[in-house]
């Protein structure tokens, strides 16, 4: 089971962090990700880290701006966003799929959290 959270109302430039804990299984043997999704618009992908820790891979259009990060001992994967814009607006989702190394692809994930609210005012 995987819970995010973190979300809530900020205005563009604050800085969020979101937390996605996973319970019921065993942290460090899933690569995870992040995706969100804006109203009207389909799901898309944010950034991912693999089982380790080690690798990740972000999209261009937060890049520079987000961080991911995990803490297998928590069994907690974080979103760290820093400069936050309007455009930023979405409800996030964590994902974690059976495998050493993450993927971009949404359709390859095994289990996904409930999302958390995140809103830029401008």
């Known amino acids: 089971q995987l819970q995010a959270s973190g979300g809530g109302l900020v205005q563009a430039g604050d800085s969020l962090r979101l937390s996605c804990t996973v319970s019921g299984g065993t942290f460090s043997t899933y690569a995870m990700g992040w995706f969100r999704q804006a109203a009207g618009k389909e799901r898309e992908f944010v950034t991912a880290i693999s089982r380790s820790g080690t690798n990740t891979n972000i999209a261009a259009s937060v890049r520079g701006r987000f961080t991911v990060s995990r803490d297998n001992a928590k069994s907690t994967m974080y979103l760290q966003m820093n400069s936050l814009k309007s455009e930023d607006t979405a409800v996030y989702y964590c994902?974690?799929?059976?495998?050493?190394?993450?993927?971009?692809?949404?359709?390859?994930?095994?289990?996904w959290g409930q999302g958390t609210q995140v809103t830029v005012s401008s």
């Open positions: 994902a974690a799929v059976y495998s050493a190394y993450y993927t971009k692809y949404a359709r390859e994930y095994d289990y």
